[in-house]
């Protein structure tokens, strides 16, 4: 069991910043692939981005390339998302989850979730 407790979530303008962090326990925080998805009300949980396990590889959706960026320190089983130039539509609740296989981009494919911090960006 891998357990992910998310933190760094809040209200902000449009235009400004936040960073999420994801902590993590359990297993072998290093073996897994760690990504982070966004759920909007009335909408599908939907892929942000994601990272390798040695963070050699990162991954992201269209809509946020060039504003958000993926991290983790794998000495504090902890992985980041900074997120910059924030727009009303970024708007969601933001789950980090943990992957050991599939595809990097498909929630169903991820085994491990946490409970989700709420981002609210005000236009």
């Known amino acids: 069991q891998v357990q992910l407790v998310e933190s760094g979530g809040g209200l902000v303008q449009a235009g400004g910043s936040l960073r999420l962090s994801c902590a993590a326990s359990g297993r072998t925080f290093s073996n897994y692939r760690m990504g982070w998805f966004r759920q909007a009300p009335g909408k599908e949980r939907e892929f942000v981005a994601a990272?390798?396990?040695?963070?050699?590889?990162?991954y992201y959706e269209d809509s946020v390339k060039g504003r958000f960026t993926i991290s983790r320190d794998n000495a504090k089983n902890t992985v980041y998302l900074q997120m910059n130039s924030l727009k009303p539509e970024d708007t969601a609740v933001y789950y980090c989850?943990?992957?050991?296989?599939?595809?990097?981009?498909?929630?169903?494919?991820?085994?491990?979730w946490g409970q989700g911090t709420q981002v609210t960006v005000s236009s």
């Open positions: 989850a943990a992957q050991g296989g599939g595809v990097y981009y498909e929630p169903a494919s991820y085994d491990y």
């Open positions: 990272i390798s396990r040695s963070a050699v590889s990162t």
